[in-house]
């Protein structure tokens, strides 16, 4: 079965941090750009990141930006999503999805999604 498996989720306060990681089974990560995206309680699911098949080209969203960092290790099989002063808002189911190519990092677009790591900040 072709999936991805997020984890590092959790409870964190105000200010903390949390590294998220997104492995794949079933197929090969590093032929495919990885993204970030998270749904919040009563809110649509959202992009946060995106980085490039070789790790070379990154994006994210401007509400975390400054904040969160992509990075992947393609010798490992994993992304990771390194974040850093989170706040209540950051509050969300966090998914990790692969596209065919950096251009096509968008929901519409993913090939394979993971099942969802919930990280919550809460004072």
């Known amino acids: 079965q072709l999936q991805l498996v997020e984890s590092g989720g959790g409870l964190v306060q105000p200010g903390g941090s949390l590294r998220l990681s997104c492995a794949a089974s079933?197929?090969?990560?590093?032929?495919?750009?990885i993204g970030w995206f998270r749904q919040g309680p009563g809110k649509e699911r959202e992009g946060v990141s995106c980085?490039?098949?070789?790790?070379?080209?990154?994006n994210v969203a401007d509400s975390v930006k400054g904040r969160f960092t992509i990075s992947r290790d393609n010798a490992k099989g994993t992304v990771y999503l390194q974040m850093n002063s989170l706040k209540p808002e950051d509050t969300a189911v966090y998914y990790c999805?692969?596209?065919?190519?950096?251009?096509?990092?968008?929901?519409?677009?993913?090939?394979?999604w993971g099942q969802g790591t919930q990280v919550t900040v809460f004072s």
């Open positions: 999805a692969a596209a065919n190519s950096f251009s096509l990092c968008a929901q519409k677009f993913a090939r394979y």
């Open positions: 079933g197929f090969t990560l590093k032929d495919y750009a």
């Open positions: 980085i490039s098949s070789s790790g070379g080209i990154t």
